[in-house]
């Protein structure tokens, strides 16, 4: 199964996450996601890759930690 997200500004999306497996923690608010993680930027034409990435949706923040291979196209 694949997860797909939308983030929107004004009406319109401006990028798009897939990833394989998507965790939310009660907890802390925190969203992980891993697994073949691609962010993809529509109106720059930017691409992210990475294996594993949090997500702060209090703080508008996301995290990658340091030993987490990262690729970004641009």
Known sequence: ???KIDFYEKDK???ILTAKYATFSKTTGVY????NVVIESNDQN???NT???KW???TH???IDNDKL???QT
Do not use: D
């Open 56 to 58: 702060y949706p209090k």
């Open 70 to 72: 990262v690729r970004i």
């Open 46 to 48: 930017k691409r992210l």
């Open 1 to 3: 199964m694949i997860i």
């Open 61 to 63: 923040r996301v995290k």
């Open 32 to 35: 992980t996601v891993r697994n």
């Open 51 to 53: 294996e594993e990435l």
């Open 13 to 15: 999306v401006s990028s």
